[in-house]
């Protein structure tokens, strides 16, 4: 395989006749010219992490701390990218990592990244809150592989619809998401004021969902006369943001409670607090597919999980979206990877900006690295075909990285292959 020379071939035979990459290949640029084409609502949700940010710094340092240690006079001409998890052989061992409301970042994103992470074999982990519902989006794959990530609503009966929905689409595993049962507090978005959410964007899931529509029956049935909010310019463009969000016609959306009944109803559903481990079992008997733990930061969290049954850990604190002064996430890789003991795949998410780093996270015992700041920013200045020029000069990168340092497969990049600093 020749991903990494095929694609700086591509990219400097494109310069010779001017035309130059659509992306920037080096993150600050890339993250610069996406600020540039985003709204301030989208790049404040995107960009936007807990408190003063510090987790997302130290995601970062946590990476910075470990250099890659070459090794020399070893054949890699021939070299492997590929892994594999759960019974599937994937090209590479980069994952489009869920994100949501890529309404905000691009009208059809989630379509956009979809068939992106597709066209190149990457596995897309559907996002719970999506702007666009999981059928249309896997019908835009094709065969490609996806997963589905799950938000653990209060409703059990709408956790168990979404799992149904998702099985049937086709996706190859389930990963619960943890750490987003209360919002992080996030100061970009709280000084706008602005959460997607209550203008109806990112619950297409919900109202695509039938449970989720039984559940809006009973409360416009409870409440036929809910009073209606003080009407300002706000209200108003507010109005007009979930009338337009909402499936249906605007005209007949605009004389119906529903939309706003819809944004009130995942609002009082989407999250809970009070999961535990028993609660597993619940999921475990509503589908056959492999579970993975998502925002797993503690070594006794993973011993439980394997404890459990659960098929596979992601070590990710949402990117330090949740938690301000938390732990980097790569800082807590190595004794989850230790006390997991190969039991089953661990998973790395959380400040991935290079190839480079991914070598680091698979040094280090990832099984496979999940990405999503880095596309969503390929998405926001050339919509699909940015997103996948993202993926592919990751994958590059990571090719060229793997060879430069003497190794020839992903799967088996030895821990000394790496050194902290």
């Known amino acids: ?46 960009a936007g992490s807990a408190g003063n940010e510090s987790t997302t ?8 701390r470990w250099r890659i240690v070459p090794r020399v006079l070893r054949d890699v ?54 702007s666009v519902p999981m059928e ?11 997963w589905y990530q799950l938000y653990w609503s209060s409703s059990d009966d709408l956790v168990e619809s979404l799992v149904s929905r998702a099985e049937a689409s086709g996706a190859q595993a389930i990963v619960v998401t943890l750490d987003t049962h209360l919002l992080g507090w996030r100061p970009r978005d709280l000084d706008l004021g602005y959460l997607p959410f209550a203008h109806g964007e990112g619950i297409a899931q919900y109202t695509s969902d039938p449970v989720f529509a039984r559940l809006v029956d009973e409360r416009m049935s409870a409440a036929p006369d809910s009073p209606r909010p003080r009407i300002t310019p ?34 009082d559903v989407f999250s809970r607090s009070s999961l535990t481990w028993e609660n597993l079992a619940f999921l475990r008997g509503r589908t056959s597919l492999p579970i993975l733990l998502k925002g797993v930061q503690h070594p006794d969290d993973a011993t439980r ?13 949402h990117a330090g979206r949740q938690i301000d002064d938390a732990l980097g996430s790569l800082d807590a890789l190595p004794g989850i990877v230790e006390r997991v003991d190969g039991a089953i ?25 999940c990405v999503g700041r880095a596309y969503t920013y390929g998405l926001a200045i050339a919509g699909q075909r940015g997103a996948a020029e993202v993926l592919r000069n990751l994958i590059a990168e990571f090719d060229i990285t793997l060879g430069l340092s003497g190794n020839a497969r992903a799967d088996s990049i030895p821990r000394d292959a790496v050194a902290r600093v």
């Open 57 to 64: 710094a130290a995601n970062r340092a946590a990476l910075d």
């Open 1 to 46: 395989m020749a991903i990494g020379r095929n694609t700086q071939s591509a990219i400097f035979r494109d310069g010779a006749i001017g035309r130059l990459p659509l992306v920037p290949t080096a993150w600050a640029e890339l993250e610069g010219r996406a600020h540039q084409a985003m709204s301030r609502r989208a790049w404040a949700y995107v």
């Open 136 to 146: 249309r989006v896997v019908a835009a794959m094709g065969h490609a592989p996806h």
């Open 234 to 267: 706000q209200t108003i463009r507010t109005l007009v943001d979930i009338t337009r969000n909402h499936p249906g016609a605007f005209r007949s959306n605009l004389r119906s409670r529903r939309p706003r009944a819809s944004v009130d109803t995942f609002l």
């Open 77 to 130: 001409e021939h070299r492997d990218l590929s892994v594999e998890l759960f019974g599937h052989r994937y090209p590479s061992p980069i994952l489009a990592a869920p994100v949501g409301v890529l309404g905000l970042v691009r009208p059809h994103g989630d379509l956009d990244i979809a068939r992106a992470a597709a066209a190149l074999g990457v596995p897309y982990i559907l996002s719970t809150q999506a």
């Open 305 to 317: 999980a394997v404890a459990e049954g659960v098929d596979g850990i992601i070590v990710s604190n």
């Open 345 to 369: 795949p661990v998973l790395f998410d959380s400040g991935v900006r290079s190839g480079a780093d991914v070598f680091v996270a698979m040094a280090l015992g990832a099984t496979a690295v």
